[in-house]
């Protein structure tokens, strides 16, 4: 490292890149009826969204997606690479259309609902994981994501050595494929939903959020961050469990604003517990101020 510069940070991403449909309502959402709204197409999916977030942040990164031989998919890839992000490992399927995810948002820019068409994601053969193993290995953290199957995440665990992994669940109905893997997790980061999932426990106090979070350290996470939306964050570890507030924002979009808060953390794998939550939050918080 040269004297007076900051090393580098690098970092291997695998999971979802995708299209996102973000329709915003212009009032109040009527349920059956068509409301007035404002309709935008850009990149998304969970990993994309770290890895782009990281780039911003300066970092060296590797993305591994599985995408289709179809024009979403070349608009993902001309994105990342004017970002600087690493697209040379990704998977191609002839057969297969790249994901879309669609989300409607109230007015207000809270979720109202979302859909996925995800399928290419779960497509990803063993095989394909063990002709990137040198790409795996090369980060100082591995980044992935519960858009791949139970089977491809355990050999990507395998694949990895000792390089610490980081895993961002994505959805409360496929955090559970993580069950059996938590012991070989570095940072876990999960919303409300997601915890509730993994633990059993329905979180709706403070009390029973230390209580999950604990569980889930001592099920062998060696950090755990339940993301609470405008109420912060819950971080726990061997030391200790922490709340951090969300800092006061105007919320324009919520879509991606969890992702911008693993990219923060990531950022700040060598600091303590509290500086990686802070650092996420204030991340998310620059997300959140963006238009859709």
């Known amino acids: 490292m040269i004297a007076g510069l900051e090393e580098i940070m690098k970092f291997t991403v695998f999971g979802a890149a995708n299209v996102d449909i973000i329709t915003k309502s212009k ?3 009527v349920h059956g009826d068509s409301n007035p709204a404002v309709i935008s197409l850009s990149p998304g ?4 969204n770290i890895a782009g977030n990281l780039a ?8 591994v997606t599985t995408i289709g031989n179809d024009p979403f998919g070349d608009f993902l890839r001309e994105d990342c690479e004017a970002q600087g992000i690493n697209t040379k490992s990704w998977i191609i399927r002839q057969e297969m259309a790249t994901g879309v995810y669609s989300a409607a948002l109230n007015s207000d820019g809270e979720l109202y609902a979302a859909f996925n068409a995800m399928a290419i994601q779960e497509s990803t ?14 980060a100082d953290l591995l980044i992935t994501e519960t858009n791949m ?11 990895r050595g000792v390089l610490p992994v980081m895993v961002d669940t994505v959805s409360a109905a496929k955090a559970p494929r993580i ?3 938590l012991s070989k997790i570095s940072i876990l980061k999960l919303n409300r939903l997601e915890a509730e999932s ?9 009390d029973k959020l230390r209580h999950a979070g604990n569980i889930l350290v001592n099920r062998g996470v060696l950090r755990v961050f339940i993301t609470l939306g405008m109420a912060g964050v819950c971080a726990a570890d061997r030391t200790g469990i922490i709340f951090v507030p969300a800092q006061p924002v105007a919320v324009k979009n919520v879509t991606g604003a969890g992702d911008a808060f693993s990219a923060g953390v990531a950022m700040r794998l060598n ?8 650092y996420g939050v204030e991340l998310a918080a620059v997300h959140l101020r963006r238009n859709i």
């Open 271 to 278: 600091e303590d517990l509290r500086a990686q939550a802070e």
């Open 56 to 63: 911003k942040q300066g970092a060296a990164v590797n993305f």
């Open 27 to 29: 009032a109040e959402i």
């Open 45 to 48: 999916g969970v990993a994309r």
């Open 198 to 206: 993994l633990t059993g426990i329905k979180l709706d106090s403070k």
């Open 179 to 181: 069950s059996n893997l």
């Open 125 to 138: 053969r063993v095989g394909e994981f063990t002709q990137r193993k040198e790409i795996i290995r090369d």
């Open 149 to 159: 199957t139970e089977k491809a995440l355990y050999t990507l665990f395998e694949l």
